[in-house]
């Protein structure tokens, strides 16, 4: 058991090159299942649908089971906002023939693990020159691509009937869309209270998130490094010495070529 436990560890927080392959592994699957429940988020249920959403749900409590397995503190593990997603999408995937279809939009929550997938952003910091260079921008979309879609599946389960299927889950992301770039057709409304504030929510936190997206592509491109003297960790991209404390840097670089 205890071989076990260490094997598990070493996939989960290894720097091995098997480790980094599983690593990926996971946020492959992670995107698959992302793109497949917001594509059955407005189509019933059925046997097959079932049966597939059981089946994920037992490869989604394997990992997390492992994920709190190897935790050195259980209780931190339990209240990461990722761990708590996990676990309201396992309940939605198990007790979907005992609840109403419209809490399908809960497994969007699965998202958030996109976000927070630690280990990943560190391997991708030490391997890909492109992912440092442009982290904040692409985190950034990152954010608000699952912010529209997690956004987009509670509006239809607010605004919409079950049967209104793929034509009603079109409209509620045209209202998203609409809603966080505030242009305000006025097309499609909402006329409850909750409905309302839910359209103050997008606004607000919506437009927020494109303007960080905005800044992140268009202001001057910095790298992450560590400088190892006062700890300043984003520098111009040609950066030799900390602008902070003058200490000297190895930002690594694609170097120059040359014609």
């Known amino acids: 058991m205890e071989e076990l436990h260490r094997t598990i560890r070493l996939l989960y927080t290894g720097q091995s090159q098997r480790a980094r392959r599983f690593r990926y592994g996971l946020i492959a699957f992670d995107a698959l299942t992302i793109a497949y429940f917001i594509a059955i988020a407005a189509l019933p249920a059925t046997p097959i649908t079932t049966a597939l959403n059981t089946g994920l749900g037992l490869l989604i409590s394997l990992d997390l089971v492992a994920r709190l397995w190897i935790s050195d503190n259980l209780r931190r593990e339990l209240t990461r906002i990722y761990t708590l997603a996990d676990l309201i999408v396992v309940l939605s995937?198990?007790?979907?023939?005992?609840?109403?279809?419209?809490?399908?939009?809960?497994?969007?929550?699965?998202?958030l693990r996109l976000?927070?997938?630690?280990?990943?952003?560190?391997d991708l910091r030490r391997e890909s020159l492109f992912f440092r260079r442009n982290e904040d921008a692409i985190l950034a979309a990152v954010n608000l691509f699952v912010f529209i879609f997690v956004t987009t599946s509670l509006v239809f389960v607010l605004a919409f009937s079950k049967d209104a299927g793929i034509a009603g889950y079109v409209d509620a992301l045209y209202f998203t869309v609409a809603?966080?770039?505030?242009?305000?057709?006025?097309?499609?409304?909402?006329?409850?209270?909750?409905?309302?504030?839910?359209?103050?929510?997008?606004?607000?936190?919506?437009?927020?998130l494109f303007v960080q997206l905005a800044r992140a592509i268009f202001q001057p491109s910095k790298i992450k490094h560590k400088c190892p003297e006062c700890g300043l960790n984003r520098h111009d991209l040609d950066a030799i010495h900390c602008k902070h404390c003058g200490e000297l840097l190895n930002i690594e670089t694609e170097g120059d070529l040359g014609t």
């Open 93 to 111: 995937l198990f007790l979907a023939p005992l609840i109403t279809e419209n809490f399908a939009f809960l497994r969007v929550l699965r998202g």
């Open 115 to 122: 976000i927070h997938a630690y280990h990943l952003l560190r």
């Open 179 to 208: 809603t966080l770039t505030t242009t305000g057709f006025g097309d499609i409304t909402m006329e409850t209270t909750s409905g309302k504030l839910l359209s103050v929510f997008i606004m607000v936190v919506g437009v927020a």
